[in-house]
C-alpha cells in the first residue's frame, strides 16, 4: 500500500539525498498503490526525479523482486510483514526499519535496520550499494528464518494460541 505508515515519502526522500553520494541519480520501482499515490507522484516530480522512480501496480512479490537490486521497507509501523520474510526467503538483501515485528526477524541490533529516517535510509542505502557483497552478509541466516518462521512453524504456533485460549 502507498500510504504514508508504509513510508513511501522516507523513501523519495532518502532517494533524493543518496543519489548524490554517487554521483548520479538513483534508480527505483515502487510497486503499489493507495489513495496517497498520487502525493507521492507531486513529490518525485518536486525532487526532479520524476525520470529516475517508476511506479508500478501491485504485483506479485516474485515479480517486484525481479526488478530490484536491493528492497526498500521504510516503513513508520508494522506488524509482521510478510514481505519482509518473502524478501529475506527471496535471498534480496534490504534495508527496513526497525519497526513492530521487523526486528523480530532480523535481531532487534541488526546493523541492516534504521529509523524511519530519510537521512539514515540515505546513509544505509548509499552503504548497501557501495559494497552489495558486503551488505547480502548482514541479512538474516535462510536456515534460521525458515525454522523460526516458516509457515509450517507459524501455522503451528498458531494452533497452539487456539487450542490454550480454548482450554481457559
Do not use: C, W
Not at 9 to 22: K, R, S, V, W
Not at 48 to 58: A, I, K, S, T
Not at 104 to 132: C, H, M, N, W, Y
Not at 160 to 168: P, Q, S
Amino acid at each position: 500500500m502507498m500510504r504514508d505508515l508504509k513510508g513511501p515519502d522516507i523513501f523519495i526522500d532518502a532517494l533524493a539525498l543518496a543519489g548524490p553520494q554517487f554521483g548520479r541519480a538513483l534508480t527505483a520501482v515502487m510497486v503499489g498503490h493507495g489513495d496517497d499515490l498520487p502525493r507521492y507522484h507531486v513529490q518525485v516530480k518536486r525532487l526532479g526525479l520524476e525520470r529516475h522512480v517508476r511506479f508500478l501496480p501491485p504485483m506479485p512479490a516474485r515479480d517486484a523482486f525481479a526488478l530490484a537490486a536491493l528492497v526498500i521497507v521504510p516503513s513508520r509501523a508494522e506488524a509482521m510483514p510478510y514481505i519482509v520474510l518473502e524478501t529475506l526467503a527471496a535471498g534480496k538483501p534490504m534495508v527496513a526499519t526497525a519497526v513492530g515485528g521487523i526486528p523480530e526477524i532480523f535481531g532487534t541490533s541488526s546493523p541492516a535496520l534504521i529509523r524511519p529516517d530519510p537521512v539514515e535510509l540515505a546513509d544505509k542505502i548509499g552503504q548497501a550499494l557501495a559494497d552489495p557483497a558486503a551488505y547480502i552478509n548482514l541479512m538474516p541466516d535462510g536456515a534460521n528464518l525458515k525454522a523460526r518462521f516458516g509457515a509450517d512453524v507459524m501455522a503451528a504456533d498458531i494452533e497452539k494460541a487456539y487450542f490454550a485460549a480454548l482450554d481457559r
